[in-house]
């Protein structure tokens, strides 16, 4: 697995097969949901790394959904010292509740979920792990709220040894995110 993550202002993680982004859209897909008051996750992060990340939660439908070239991704943590978690399906919309299989890129499917976890900050990374096998569970689901569970083991290296891509990790935690409504527009005179 050759991989290369750059963590600012949004995520964006390369993966032999896969592409995952979250931050800025373009075209015609919904723009992510931003990071808002009652959106919360924790998880907790075991093997090469132990880790308890935790922090807010977005998501929303990347790309342009008029041509089909569109993800639907959760960003757990983008801003957290002990990691982020990203999970992403190419079906392009919102995921119904359910439980869904996380996979490497190469087997996820259409219908199903990649994940990676990144350990450290976005300032300072010290690994990246992209999950081969786990499960994510949709508890809900609306245009305004998503939360679920969560469980996988991943892998990949380490910031200090990144030629040696065989540590392991597993990753499980909670999430749930709920976004305000917009505030009625006041009646035009």
Same mark, same amino acid.
């Given at each position: 697995?050759?991989?290369?993550?750059?963590?600012?202002?949004?995520?964006? !993680?390369?993966?032999?097969? %896969?592409?995952? $982004?979250?931050?800025?859209?373009?075209?015609?897909? %919904? !723009?992510?949901? $931003?990071?808002?008051? *009652?959106?919360?996750?924790?998880?907790?992060?075991?093997?090469?790394?132990?880790?308890?990340?935790?922090?807010?939660?977005?998501?929303?439908?990347?790309?342009?959904?008029?041509? *089909?070239?569109?993800?639907?991704?959760?960003?757990?943590?983008?801003?957290?010292?002990?990691?982020?978690?990203?999970?992403?399906?190419?079906?392009?919309?919102?995921?119904?509740?359910?439980?869904?299989?996380?996979?490497?890129?190469?087997? !996820?499917?259409?219908?199903?979920?990649?994940?990676?976890?990144?350990?450290?900050?976005?300032?300072?990374?010290?690994?990246?792990?992209?999950?081969?096998?786990?499960?994510?569970?949709?508890?809900?689901?609306?245009?305004?709220?998503?939360?679920?569970?969560?469980?996988?083991?991943?892998?990949?290296?380490?910031?200090?040894?990144? $030629?040696?891509?065989? $540590?392991?990790?597993?990753?499980?935690?909670?999430?749930?995110?709920?976004?305000?409504?917009?505030?009625?527009?006041? %009646?035009?005179?």
């Amino acid at each position: 697995m050759k991989s290369v993550a750059v963590l600012g202002f949004g995520v964006i !993680a390369l993966t032999t097969g %896969a592409f995952i $982004s979250a931050g800025a859209t373009g075209g015609s897909g %919904a !723009a992510i949901l $931003s990071l808002a008051r *009652g959106s919360y996750f924790e998880a907790a992060v075991e093997g090469a790394v132990s880790a308890r990340p935790s922090g807010e939660v977005a998501f929303g439908i990347l790309g342009d959904t008029a041509t *089909g070239v569109a993800a639907f991704t959760i960003t757990l943590g983008p801003e957290s010292s002990d990691g982020a978690i990203l999970f992403t399906s190419l079906e392009g919309k919102m995921p119904t509740p359910g439980r869904y299989e996380v996979t490497d890129a190469e087997v !996820a499917g259409a219908t199903g979920f990649r994940a990676l976890y990144i350990a450290g900050s976005a300032e300072r990374p010290s690994g990246l792990f992209r999950a081969e096998r786990g499960t994510l569970e949709i508890t809900a689901s609306s245009a305004g709220h998503i939360s679920g569970q969560f469980s996988f083991t991943g892998a990949g290296f380490l910031a200090s040894d990144p $030629s040696n891509e065989s $540590s392991e990790v597993t990753v499980s935690g909670a999430f749930s995110s709920t976004h305000p409504s917009p505030a009625p527009r006041p %009646a035009q005179p």
